[in-house]
């Protein structure tokens, strides 16, 4: 067994080998017969056929949060599709691991978790214990009802910020003086699209033109005609906010512009977007109150900043409020709610080996889903599982632009051969989100010398667009708890909490770099977080033609960093 230092909850389990001793073979890469052979010292060389060695450094990451590590499964098989010429036949690898990295070494390991359970309290964890450092999601719930403020905080690896939350049918002049007074001014109701096509309040800017960096819904803002004098003032201001609230409210009763900015609530709430917009109007729908909230952003009072969690804490003690995250309102919710129903079951079998196709329809759009599951889930733990994105072009077509269709055949060669394991096929995700007309639109900028980012930014879309509640919701239900994740991107495997998963290892997806999807990868990597290892991949790419098959004549050069893969 090798354990990392420091690392209490996760631990590398090598079992056809001991330490000291670890000079064993395993399969890593060979291209154009050139071998890759991790030596003892961390770093990969290259052996060509004539024999000569070239070095590459590998910079490994440090495994700062426990179970992140890259971890190649079954080292023994192929690691690129059959179809690519790349990898045509097996090499040999020794590899050394360290007290605090996990590079190439962990080719051959497997990720299994310290802990019997994911949770400590059962096997199914209680989704209604919140996060420690945090209230009650039922506790919130009754402060709201009876009009008291909430500290809501989201992601840390969102926005990490914390909003006032409070029913918008029960808002005062003095509670609004209140978050005047703490927060950035801008004073927001969230609110269901219902409401805002009878009030007649359309968005600010289309979502195309959204800039925001999270794609807040705006809409025009406003001021109530009645009872108001400049719009500004707290008790103004709680007026507007009451009109805003009430059922009976008519788009004359609104001046336009305002002192008030309405949101647009995502249908399915926090479920489908974990923001401090769907996170208020759940909150008010589970203390049995109309579907509209007010939120502001809390500042620190010291120098103006946005407030983060050490000094939310201590506002919401001084000031004898709950604080709760949308992370334990999302389990809140999860627990009660399912936005997916099973709808078919059929086994099918494919190139790889034969699957169960799971079909889930969406119960907020009707899109249907297929989760390809191998072997048996059994207790779900340490389930190879891989949530693959719809890309019509890559996965039936073949586009070479990207590497979404080789990235499909390799995951599913891994679960066939690890012989248990889960793919989520998920539809509508299409461009990133974008669609598949925005897409090829896209593309015609990028052969005009934009990147993937830059494309998508001059159409006026969002880079990414895509939600992976469902997906997480899937795993779910098919009984998956901790799973070793098959991504090269990062933000798949955040905010899993919520939905009662946790990544244990992720495993990278290393395709063929060729001419035609060279600046995609690069893009996704330097603009995006993609982990591929650029430098490492860049010679890869080297040794690649222009029409992808293997250049046999160029070297690798000595010492080269190769961080990240």
Known sequence: ?????????????????????????????????????????????????????????????????????NCLPNPQEKLFSEKSTILNEECSAEMQLTNATSAFGTVAAEITPRVDEFFEDSSDGDLDCPSEGFSSIPEAIEDIRQGKFVIVVDDEDRENEGDLIMAAS????????????????????????????????????????????????????????????????????????????SPHSMPQDFNRPGHIFPLKYREGGVLKRAG???????????????????????????????????????????ENLKIISIADLVRYRRKREKLVERAAVARIPTTWGPFQAYCYRSQLDGIEHIAMVKGDVGDGQDILVRVHSECLTGDIFGSARCDCGNQLALAMQQIEAAGRGVLVYLR??????????????????????????????????????????????????????????????????????????????????????????????????????????????????????KNGTPNNEVKLPSSTPATGI
Do not use: W
Request: neutral net charge; glycine residues 10%; aromatic residues 4%.
């Open 170 to 245: 029960l808002v005062t002049p003095e509670a609004m003086a209140f978050i005047v007074k703490h927060g950035t001014g801008i004073v927001c109701v969230s609110m269901k699209e219902d409401a805002l096509e009878r009030l007649q309040l359309p968005l600010m800017v289309s979502h195309r033109e959204n800039e925001e960096k999270l794609s807040t819904a705006f809409t025009i803002s406003v001021d109530a005609k009645v009872g108001t004098t400049t719009g500004v003032s707290a008790k103004d201001r709680a007026n507007t906010i009451l009109a805003l609230a």
């Open 428 to 545: 509508g995700h299409e461009g990133r989100g974008i669609g598949l007309g925005h897409k090829l639109r896209a593309y015609n900028l990028q052969d005009d010398g934009r990147d993937t980012v830059e494309a998508n930014e001059e159409l006026g879309l969002p880079v990414d667009s895509r939600e992976y509640g469902i997906g997480a919701q899937i795993l779910r239900d098919i009984g998956v708890r901790t799973m070793k994740l098959m991504t090269n991107n990062p933000a798949k495997y955040i905010g899993l909490k919520g939905y009662g998963l946790a990544v244990v290892g992720r495993v990278p997806l290393l395709t063929p770099i060729t001419t035609e999807n060279r600046r995609y990868l690069e893009t996704k990597r330097s603009k995006m977080g993609h982990i591929y290892g650029s430098e490492f991949n860049a010679h890869l790419a080297s040794i690649i033609s």
């Open 1 to 69: 067994m090798i354990q990392f230092g420091g690392m209490s909850s996760r631990t590398l389990s090598c079992p056809t080998f001991e330490i000291p001793r670890l000079n064993v073979q395993r399969t890593f890469a060979t291209i154009g017969g050139s071998h890759f052979i991790n030596s003892s010292n961390g770093n990969l060389r290259l052996k060509t056929k004539n024999g000569s060695i070239s070095t590459i450094r590998c910079n490994v990451e440090t495994l700062k949060r426990a179970g992140e590590g």
């Open 276 to 318: 401090h917009t769907e996170a208020s109007v759940d909150l008010s729908v589970l203390a049995g109150l109309d579907p509209v909230a007010v939120l502001c952003e809390i500042v620190d009072e010291q120098d103006g900043s946005m407030a983060r969690l050490p000094k939310l804490r201590e506002f919401a003690e001084r």
